[in-house]
């Protein structure tokens, strides 16, 4: 069976990772590239006996080298690597989207031209005539929708064609206006003696103009020095990258003149744009948007949430039937406290991230993100981030595992990564599940105050780790608005928005599992005792380092269950409940994680064994300590980097700390 490479190039919201799904299914993996912490994606799929290789190439707006993302992109096309590149282009916006094919003119591989979302071009009356543009390009167009499954036979048909021919794009009118560029015919005469594989001198020239600092490396490294010397006597004008962004856009008219008809006039502003980009309702518009979308979140994740109901009976059958085999304690609680209580949890966790990725999924085919991210760009841009991140932000006040599920809309990897490091310092549900009764209990009228507080220092709390974070991440000189165009509304394709959100949901689940079972069995062995809390390892180091937790106000039983609260935030209660009530820890924290009822006088055991600056101080080491170890496993599936997660965790934990000494230290100032 012969095989062929295909390369997906487009700008985000070009419909290249639907295309990529549909073609590949399951047969992908995403990872990172070498050296890089940028996703990498690959698949492949079979058809009249060739196996297609498929590399999802990262989304960006153009060719040049202003992230590692269009770094990666360029030398992976001009490697060699693909047999053919796919670029795709929005035909409903078709003169923004095709920025994107202009500088890809004068890379030295072939191509073919996928104007993708036909059915949303037809909605507003566009018509393209594709054989003009085939004649003007002088390679393979094609109009599709990605959506559409029935639509695949003529782009199997167009990429076949697209490997026999191996066309180049026709650049000749493109020069054209290049060399209209002062300097630009002097620059490109003594780049023609240099040797760099994959690139013409016309793109080279071009990215020089640009001040494209990896194209200027690579011309002072491969030319004769003489022609270098000269390249850089020649004097350039200050506005190059304009000046060439003039010419693209030039030859995109001259393009698409006589190639597009529209019979619809124009568009008006609909009456949802009128609210989401109103001065005043714009935000808080989005922002209900956002809530009645975590609410509507639970309509399809709850009966996944049901399944783990299963688990509990089986839990129980299981366990029964070990008890009466003479199986060992440890090893019951091993198969039914670490083994099948974990996916009881894991699957209650992955039915919320199911429901928001379907919810927050169908707001993204209908164009809503799109209205998000502009209304809180600026917003966001203080913090070094894009407006897409606002909605990790709010998800995480419901789930922080479905913030960083919902992280994977951004398109760069350090605003993502950023994105997710500040979604953790937002309290999950669990959390709030806990914090207003330990609240109640300790301050009784005063809670609300307390709970403002730590929305306070939640706010400040994601401003610091945005400086401490941000200076790595997204460096100064990288940081900009956006500029888009929003989309026209249209109605979301079912079929592939379902085959996203499983695939994203299977993924999630395997990596989650690892993550859960090592970290419980951890747990489980650590906390493991023969029915007295003194001869597990947790009590006994709990007790030794008590001098040490206890600056930062917490005694060692309330340091175990802040231990426990970073496997879960439902944990923690359990484990205080079974600590100050004498019983097993470990048996109380897996009770607590399976949903089982505290002890009933579990108030009167805190208020006799706790002081008020103790639990104000523990109230902030849960509240600010990692979410839980399925965030943690979520953490990872999205950015795809070990070091970066461990960062995130061990700033988190020992944050909380810092945190809890500080409250501690305050309240014994007030009480």
Same mark, same amino acid.
Request: hydrophobic share 50%.
């Given at each position: 069976m012969s095989t062929a490479t295909i390369a997906l190039l487009g700008q985000p919201n070009s419909g290249k990772s639907t295309l990529f799904n549909a073609l590949t299914g399951l047969k992908q993996h995403v990872g990172n590239w070498p050296g890089k912490t940028v996703e990498k994606k690959e698949g492949s799929f079979a058809r009249n006996?060739?196996?297609?290789?498929?590399?999802?190439?990262?989304?960006?707006?153009?060719?040049?080298?202003?992230?590692?993302?269009?770094?990666?992109?360029?030398?992976?096309?001009?490697?060699?690597?693909?047999?053919?590149?796919?670029?795709?282009?929005?035909?409903?916006? /078709?003169?923004?989207?095709?920025?994107?094919?202009?500088?890809?003119?004068?890379?030295d591989a072939p191509c073919f031209l996928v104007l993708n979302m036909e059915d949303v071009a037809k909605d507003q009356g566009k018509t393209v005539d594709v054989a003009l543009l085939e004649k003007k390009l002088g390679i393979p167009v094609m109009m599709f929708s990605a959506t559409d499954t029935k639509a695949y036979d003529q782009f199997y048909f167009t990429l076949e064609r697209a490997l026999k021919e191996k066309s180049h794009i026709n650049v000749s009118e493109l020069e054209k206006e290049y060399e209209k560029i002062i300097g630009y015919n002097?620059?490109?005469?003594?780049? *023609?003696?240099?040797?760099?594989?994959?690139?013409?001198? =016309?793109? /080279?020239?071009?990215?020089?103009?640009?001040?494209?600092?990896?194209?200027?490396?690579?011309? *002072?490294?491969?030319?004769?020095?003489?022609?270098?010397?000269?390249?850089?006597?020649?004097?350039?004008?200050?506005n190059g990258a304009i000046a060439t962004g003039e010419c693209k856009f030039k030859w995109i008219d001259e393009l698409l003149e006589g190639a597009v008809n529209k019979t619809k006039t124009g568009v008006k502003l609909g009456k949802l744009d009128r609210i989401y980009t109103h001065r005043f309702w714009g935000k808080p518009a989005v922002v209900l948007t956002v809530i009645l979308g975590l609410l509507g979140s639970f309509i399809p994740a709850l009966p996944i949430m049901a399944v783990a109901s299963i688990f509990d009976v089986l839990k129980n059958v299981i366990g029964d039937a070990l008890v009466s085999v003479g199986c060992p304690a440890f090893v019951t609680g091993l198969v039914c406290d670490v083994v099948i209580q974990s996916f009881s949890y894991i699957v209650k966790m992955l039915g919320f991230v199911f429901g928001v990725t379907?919810?927050?999924?169908?707001?993204?085919?209908?164009?809503?993100?799109?209205?998000?991210?502009y209304v809180f760009d600026n917003t966001m841009g203080k913090l070094g981030l894009q407006g897409k991140s606002v909605m990790p932000f709010l998800v995480s006040f419901g789930c922080t595992m479905g913030g960083a599920a919902g992280a994977r809309v951004i398109d760069n990897w350090g605003q993502k990564v950023l994105t997710i490091a500040l979604a953790w310092a937002v309290p999950c549900g669990?959390?709030?599940?806990?914090?207003?009764? /330990?609240?109640?209990?300790?301050?009784?009228?005063?809670?609300?105050?307390?709970?403002?507080?730590? /929305?306070?220092? =939640?706010?400040?709390?994601?401003?610091?780790?945005? *400086?401490?974070?941000?200076?790595?991440?997204? *460096?100064?000189?990288?940081?900009?608005?956006?500029? =888009?165009?929003l989309p026209p509304y249209h109605k979301p394709k079912w079929g592939a928005l379902f085959r996203y959100v499983f695939g994203r949901t299977k993924d999630t689940f395997f990596r989650v599992v690892k993550v859960v079972l090592i970290v419980c069995l951890i747990f489980y062995i650590l906390s493991y005792g023969s029915g007295v809390n003194d001869t597990s390892i947790l009590y006994k180091v709990g007790t030794a380092i008590e001098p040490v937790t206890k600056i930062f106000g917490l005694p060692w039983q309330l340091f175990i269950a802040f231990v426990a609260s970073s496997v879960g935030k439902e944990g923690a209660v359990g484990v205080i409940s079974a600590l100050y009530a004498g019983g097993s820890y470990g048996e109380g924290f897996m009770a607590a994680m399976s949903g089982a009822a505290r002890a009933a006088n579990l108030n009167e055991l805190l208020l006799a064994n706790v002081s008020r600056p103790e639990a104000l101080a523990f109230i902030f080491a849960i509240t600010f300590n990692l979410p839980c170890v399925v965030a943690l496993a979520a953490t990872y599936q999205e950015i795809h980097s070990v070091k970066w997660t461990a960062k995130i965790a061990i700033y988190y934990t020992v944050g909380a700390l810092i945190l809890a000494c500080l409250a501690y230290h305050v309240g014994l100032m007030i009480w």
């Open positions: 006996g060739v196996t297609y290789d498929v590399a999802d190439l990262p989304g960006s707006y153009s060719m040049s080298a202003n992230s590692d993302e269009e770094v990666i992109t360029r030398d992976f096309i001009t490697s060699g690597k693909a047999d053919v590149v796919c670029i795709l282009a929005d035909s409903s916006q /078709l003169e923004r989207s095709l920025f994107m094919l202009a500088d890809y003119a004068g890379i002097e620059i490109k005469e003594q780049i *023609k003696g240099g040797n760099i594989s994959g690139y013409t001198p =016309m793109w /080279l020239t071009v990215k020089y103009l640009e001040n494209d600092k990896v194209v200027s490396a690579k011309l *002072k490294e491969s030319l004769p020095a003489d022609a270098a010397s000269k390249i850089e006597s020649i004097g350039l004008d200050a379907l919810v927050f999924g169908m707001l993204e085919e209908v164009g809503v993100m799109a209205r998000i991210s669990a959390a709030w599940a806990i914090i207003p009764m /330990l609240s109640t209990v300790f301050f009784g009228a005063g809670a609300p105050l307390i709970i403002v507080v730590l /929305l306070l220092v =939640m706010i400040l709390h994601m401003w610091i780790t945005a *400086k401490i974070f941000g200076r790595t991440l997204v *460096k100064t000189e990288d940081r900009c608005g956006m500029i =888009m165009e």
